[in-house]
């Protein structure tokens, strides 16, 4: 690895502009399901290499890796182990090395995920706090209420079911710790046990991630995407919230946990660092804010560049709904100066053909909303699969089930493996074309007649509807900019945004529905009929036009 030339823009990339992020888009790779280099049935670094053309291809401008480091997989690599390494199962530090150049080669930005509400409970702190060290102050550590301390230090529950506590053994003061039985302190983790929350309070603990953001720019990347960026700092005294099922509120109301005033000041020194490296580097806010208002402080000038805008991805099927979020989202942002950045889907939610419907209404939909966010100013997010139109994996048998919300939240929806199956990149042969030797989770046998090579060069696939919109979108570099739109009028059901010579119609209806010929079809998903002046927008469909 040399560090000069990464530490500097990369000069082959295009749109060297300085503000590339703002309508960019951006694929999503989750690294143990994308591609199997070493047919260990899991994904890994050299794998994401290979198979970077797909995504030159595909015309996207950069790609974002879910974390590769060092990690015992408590949560699909969230519980970080050592930050500064690679996991073996992903690869070697090399690897990575390797992969950001080649994507550069190919014109392609690398965002990578940083992790830092919570290390894993096998980080070299954690394991020093547990024995009674210094370290101890890093991460949130209490005396359970009730006569002998037996109880969780406040009613907060975790993100995937549970206390957010868990008792830890008292220290034996020679660097190992008693038997549980001995009942020391609480520790939180709004996340798994495995997954202890950090202390940010602590100077140590932003010296420490500002040292790690620094080795991965210097080692070339153009970003990163923030975990939990709204749950750093917590509430002084963490008080009870009291009320139970707490994981539904989040994103629908301040909690003591998450959403606090407090983060900004950390996202602010992020940026100041970011700002110090060439080339517009740039962080990702993965932030659950109740309103768009809220959201939009995560991306003021001097903070990060983009948030996740999830109320777009939580909105149904419902054009007057879908319309208040855009417009709400939009204005939110402009209010603040950034884009805003559009998703559908990720590695934490349902499908969106399957959320939108399932079966062929499902598939048309999700389609449909595809051009529907392409046709939105700002930055849009694909998450591997959606290129080809994957559902939910719906059916998984519970032993090969390896997302921790499964375990411990029983009974509760959300689980996550079923986002998460390796996706299909041939017609036939072992999983898929995903590696030599299976995959960590088992693919539907129907998955070979949507793979990549199933779909390529096929009119109409969902992969050629992808490709066309992401060529489209690149001549037109018009469609991504701005921060507004207008609504024209339109039949019940149909929503018709226009831009700057541009019209996108969304006919969210399960009917055909005749309106007269707006201008000249540049793309759509589905296959308007034409008459006398008039087109007919087939159910669930949305068609581009040139104005
Ligand atoms: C959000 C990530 O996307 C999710 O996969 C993870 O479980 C939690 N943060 C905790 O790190």
Request: one cysteine or more; glycine letters at 12%; a negative charge.
């Amino acid at each position: 690895m040399t560090q000069e030339l990464s530490t500097t823009a990369p000069e082959h990339l295009p749109r060297q502009r300085g503000d590339w992020w703002r309508d960019a888009v951006i694929y999503q790779v989750y690294v143990r399901s994308f591609a199997d280099s070493d047919g260990d049935g899991i994904g890994d670094l050299r794998g994401i290499r290979e198979r970077l053309p797909h995504l030159a291809g595909l015309g996207v401008d950069a790609v974002w890796i879910t974390p590769f480091y060092a990690s015992p997989q408590a949560d699909g690599g969230y519980d970080v182990a050592d930050y500064r390494a690679v996991d073996p199962l992903f690869g070697k530090l090399s690897d990575a090395d390797d992969l950001v150049r080649e994507a550069h080669r190919l014109g392609l930005r690398v965002i990578v995920d940083i992790v830092p509400n919570h290390t894993s409970d096998q980080h070299p702190w954690f394991l020093a706090a547990l024995a009674g060290g210094p370290e101890r102050a890093y991460y949130h550590f209490r005396p359970g209420k009730g006569a002998n301390g037996e109880l969780p230090p406040n009613d907060w529950e975790s993100v995937f079911g549970g206390p957010a506590w868990t008792r830890a053994a008292v220290p034996d003061g020679d660097g190992g710790t008693s038997q549980p039985e001995a009942g020391g302190e609480w520790y939180l983790h709004l996340f798994a046990p495995e997954q202890p929350d950090l202390n940010w309070e602590h100077p140590a603990v932003s010296e420490e991630f500002a040292s790690v953001l620094r080795f991965w720019l210097d080692l070339g990347v153009d970003g990163f995407r923030i975990d939990v960026a709204h749950g750093m700092v917590k509430a002084d005294g963490m008080p009870d919230i009291g009320l139970r099922e707490q994981a539904k509120m989040i994103g629908a109301q301040v909690l003591p946990f998450f959403d606090q005033d407090g983060v900004h000041e950390i996202h602010r020194s992020w940026r100041r660092l970011l700002d110090g490296y060439e080339g517009e580097r740039i962080g990702v806010a993965e932030a659950w804010a109740p309103t768009a208002e809220r959201l939009a402080l995560y991306v003021r000038p001097d903070e990060m560049h983009q948030a996740f805008n999830f109320q777009f991805l939580r909105c149904p099927w419902d054009p007057d709904r879908m319309r208040e979020v855009i417009d709400a989202s939009l204005a939110a942002t402009a209010s603040v100066g950034a884009p805003t950045t559009w998703v559908l889907s990720n590695h934490d939610v349902v499908r969106h053909p399957t959320r939108y419907g399932d079966g062929p209404a499902g598939l048309r939909r999700a389609r449909a909303a595809a051009l529907l966010m392409l046709a939105l100013p700002g930055s849009a997010y694909i998450y591997q699969g959606e290129e080809l139109g994957l559902p939910e994996v719906t059916d998984l048998p519970d032993e090969v089930r390896q997302d921790p919300s499964f375990f411990r939240a029983e009974g509760q929806d959300g689980f996550r493996d079923g986002c998460r199956v390796p996706i299909p990149w041939t017609r036939s042969g072992s999983s898929h074309g995903f590696g030599s030797a299976g995959s960590w989770l088992p693919q539907p046998d129907s998955w070979g007649e949507l793979s990549v090579e199933a779909q390529t060069g096929v009119p109409g696939s969902t992969l050629e509807l992808y490709r066309a919109a992401l060529a489209v979108r690149r001549e037109h570099p018009g469609l991504g900019a701005g921060d507004a739109v207008t609504w024209l009028d339109a039949p019940e059901g149909v929503l018709a945004l226009a831009r700057d010579g541009f019209l996108c119609t969304t006919n969210t209806t399960g009917t055909e529905v005749e309106l007269p010929v707006p201008g000249t079809v540049l793309l759509s998903s589905g296959a308007p009929g034409f008459g006398d002046g008039t087109v007919r927008l087939p159910a669930d469909s949305s068609t581009w036009w040139a104005i």
